[in-house]
């Protein structure tokens, strides 16, 4: 009839979720509105032991988000206030900068409102919902790689690929944008049948 602190209920067609590894005794209840957590079958503690857990995850992203969106907007702000700055490898940084305060502003934010509230049902939907945060961190790991390849071409290949840095930082750049939007969202055409 318990519980264990092993797993939580939700509210939205009673599937447990695991939050911790270990095993549990599951009980059957009659209410669409519990979110069980117990110690080892002692009984139900309530809601609030699943909103601990939802609020604590809700506040640390909360935080994170606003770290990762101001220390980028400064990085945005300082490239495009200062011509000196503008190099050809602070492109690169400022391209990245401006994925990651995407990121930060909009991609964790929507993220953290879609766990909390647990919308939209769909699968799409919620596929679509987290795809968001998913381009912009696999567009961010594109402009990593973009960085290290503009820097192996820069220093073993002498201009074979292109004439002038910028021309190929441009190239690389859209390369990331595009290539990372691609890639990340392969999940919306359900190759592998998760949507049944």
């Known amino acids: 009839m318990g519980v264990s602190s092993a797993q939580f209920w939700s509210r939205y067609g009673n599937v447990p979720l695991q939050a911790l590894a270990g095993t549990m005794e ?21 809601r609030g032991c699943h909103m601990d857990y939802l ?70 939907g919620c596929l679509f919902v987290h795809l968001i945060l998913c381009i912009l961190c696999t567009i961010s790991t594109f402009h ?4 290290a390849v503009d820097k192996y071409v820069t220093i073993c290949c002498r201009d074979q690929l292109f004439r002038s840095r910028h021309s190929r930082a441009v190239f690389l750049i859209a390369l990331s944008w595009v290539s990372g939007t691609l890639i990340a969202t392969l999940p919306l055409f359900n190759f592998f049948g998760f949507a049944e």
Request: aromatic letters at 10%; charged letters at 15%.
């Open 55 to 124: 609020l604590a995850y809700a506040v640390a992203e909360l935080l994170l988000s606003i770290h990762i969106s101001l220390s980028n907007l400064l990085v945005l702000y300082v490239y495009l206030r200062k011509k000196d700055v503008r190099t050809v490898t602070n492109t690169y940084i400022f391209s990245l900068a401006l994925t990651d305060f995407l990121a930060g502003c909009f991609g964790i934010p929507i993220t953290i409102i879609s766990v909390l509230t647990r919308r939209p049902q769909s699968f799409y």
């Open 26 to 46: 599951v009980s059957e209840t009659d209410d669409d509105d519990v979110l069980f957590c117990a110690e080892d079958g002692g009984g139900v503690a309530g």
């Open 144 to 147: 990593m790689l973009a960085i």
